[in-house]
C-alpha cells in the first residue's frame, strides 16, 4: 500500500509522516530540493527527518491517471530529467498556494516583485530585493515579508495595505494575538498605510494611492523606491487536483471532515483546499495522512480543523481583494506578462464576440505562455466575467521526448 503525498509544505510533511505512522510505505514528492515547502524554507534538509518516507526531492507531478502518478526528476531546464510513475493505493494533493497579484501599469517591470518571490530570496538565500523596498497589497503575510526583508538588511519604507485590518474580528483567532502583538517592535519603525495601494511603478518612484472602501483611488502621492513586493492573497495551485478530476468548490478543492476529495482515495489538506495559513495546513494534513493510511481520525483532530477553518473564513473577510484595483491601469496595462497582452486587447476580445474561456485565449493569446495563466487568469477572470476551469492533462511543461520515452 503505497501513499504517494505530492507537495512537502506544513500539509504535506504532517500527511507523509502520519500516513508513515501507520505502517504504510509513503513516497513524498516535492518540485524543491529540501522540504520545507515555502513556509519552513530550508528549514528541513535531510530525509532523515522523515523517518519511514521516501522523499523525492526536485520531482514533479507532470500527469496524473485515476492514481496512477507520472513524475519527472531533475532540474526543470535539464535535458536528463528521469521518469517513473507510481501506482498509488491513496494520493494526498498538498501542493498549497503562490501569490496574488493584481495588474497595475509598471507591475511588470524589474522593479517589482511578488511578496512571496521577496520572502523566499531573504529566507532562502539571505538577499534583499533592494534597499529601498515598498511593501503593498493586503492580508497579514505583508507583515511577514516585511520582517524578512528587514532580516536581510533592507529598509522597509512602508507597507501599504489596501483593507482596514483593524476591523478584523479576533474572536476566531485568539492564537493569533501574540504572533500578531510580535509585529509591534516592526511597525514601531515602519509605517503601516491602511486604505493604501501601490496603484504605479516607473524609474525607481511608486505611486502611492489613498482609496476608498471599494478600492477606488482618491489621491496619490510618490515615493522614491529600489524594488516594490505586492501580494493580494493567495490562489491555490489546483493543477494536481483537477489533473486527478478533483471538484472544485469556490476556487479551491472540495474536501470532507477527512479531507477526501471527489474522486476515491485523492485527498486534499493545506491552502490547496482554503488559504489559513501554516497552522490549519499542518493539521489538515495530519488529518488526510491517518485517513489516507486507513487509520481513524480523532475527534480532536476534527475540532482543530473546525477551528482554523473558522479562523480562515474571518481572514477571508477581513482581507478581501475589491473590484476597484480594475481601475488602477488603462487599457494599456498588461494583464498577462508571459505574451504580453493588455488589458484592452482581451476587453477588445469579449467586445468581438470572443465569450468563453477557450475562444478568449485563442483570440488574445491571455494565458498561453509559460505560466499558463497562473498569474493572469484570475484577473482576466474578474474584468470579463469569462470563467476558467484551469484542467490540463499535462500538468507542467514537459518535453516530447519525455513523454516518447515514459
Keep these: 500500500m503505497t501513499v504517494v503525498v505530492v507537495g512537502a509544505g506544513p500539509a504535506g510533511l504532517n500527511a507523509a509522516r502520519a500516513a508513515a505512522g501507520l505502517g504504510r510505505e509513503v513516497v513524498l514528492v516535492d518540485a524543491a530540493p529540501s522540504v520545507g515547502g515555502q513556509y519552513w524554507r530550508q528549514r528541513f ?3 532523515r527527518t522523515l523517518p519511514g518516507v521516501t522523499h523525492l526531492a526536485s520531482t514533479v507531478v507532470w500527469a496524473v491517471e485515476g492514481r496512477r502518478v507520472h513524475l519527472l526528476t531533475g532540474p526543470a531546464d535539464g535535458p536528463g530529467r528521469s521518469a ?7 494520493l494526498v494533493i498538498a501542493t498549497g498556494a503562490y501569490d496574488r497579484v493584481v495588474p497595475f501599469p509598471g507591475w511588470d517591470s524589474a522593479e517589482v516583485f511578488t511578496a512571496g518571490a521577496a ?5 532562502g538565500q539571505g538577499v534583499a530585493v533592494g534597499q529601498r523596498v515598498l511593501v503593498g497589497g493586503t ?5 511577514a515579508v516585511a520582517r524578512s526583508l528587514l532580516g536581510v538588511g533592507a529598509s522597509v519604507v512602508g507597507i501599504a495595505e489596501a483593507n482596514r485590518p483593524l476591523r478584523w474580528d479576533l474572536r476566531t483567532g485568539w492564537g493569533k494575538v501574540p504572533e500578531l502583538l510580535g509585529y509591534a517592535p516592526m511597525l514601531a519603525r515602519v509605517p503601516l498605510w491602511t486604505r493604501t495601494a501601490v496603484v504605479g511603478v516607473s524609474g525607481g518612484v511608486a505611486t502611492v494611492a489613498r482609496l476608498d472602501g471599494a478600492w477606488n483611488v482618491v489621491g496619490t502621492r510618490s515615493v522614491e523606491v529600489d524594488a516594490v513586493c505586492v501580494g493580494y492573497g493567495f490562489l491555490p495551485q489546483l493543477d494536481v487536483a483537477l489533473a486527478a478530476g478533483c471538484e472544485v468548490v469556490d476556487g479551491f478543492v472540495g474536501v470532507d471532515s477527512s479531507q477526501r476529495t471527489s474522486v476515491a482515495g485523492v485527498f486534499a489538506c493545506g491552502e490547496v483546499t ?9 493539521v489538515e494534513g495530519w488529518v488526510a495522512g491517518v485517513a489516507a493510511g486507513g487509520g481513524v481520525v480523532s475527534r480532536a483532530l ?4 473546525r477551528a482554523g477553518r473558522r479562523f480562515a473564513a474571518a481572514l477571508a473577510r477581513a482581507f478581501p481583494v475589491r473590484e476597484g484595483w480594475r481601475g488602477w491601469g488603462s487599457e494599456s496595462t498588461l494583464v498577462c506578462r508571459c505574451e504580453g497582452v493588455s ?9 468581438e464576440g470572443a465569450v468563453g474561456a477557450r475562444s478568449l485565449k485563442l483570440v488574445s493569446r491571455v494565458g498561453l505562455g509559460r505560466c499558463q495563466g497562473r498569474m493572469c487568469l484570475s484577473n482576466v477572470a474578474s474584468l470579463t466575467g469569462v470563467e476558467f476551469d484551469g484542467r490540463r492533462p499535462v500538468v507542467v511543461p514537459v518535453r516530447l521526448g519525455e513523454i516518447a520515452d515514459g
Excluded: C
Design 45 to 47: 534538509s535531510s530525509p
Design 84 to 90: 517513473r510513475t507510481i501506482e498509488a493505493s491513496a
Design 119 to 123: 520572502q523566499a530570496l531573504a529566507k
Design 139 to 143: 492580508g497579514p503575510f505583508l507583515l
Design 274 to 282: 482554503g488559504v489559513g495559513g501554516a497552522d490549519l495546513a499542518a
Design 302 to 305: 476534527l475540532r482543530r480543523v
Design 343 to 351: 488589458v484592452g486587447e482581451v476587453l477588445g476580445a469579449v467586445r
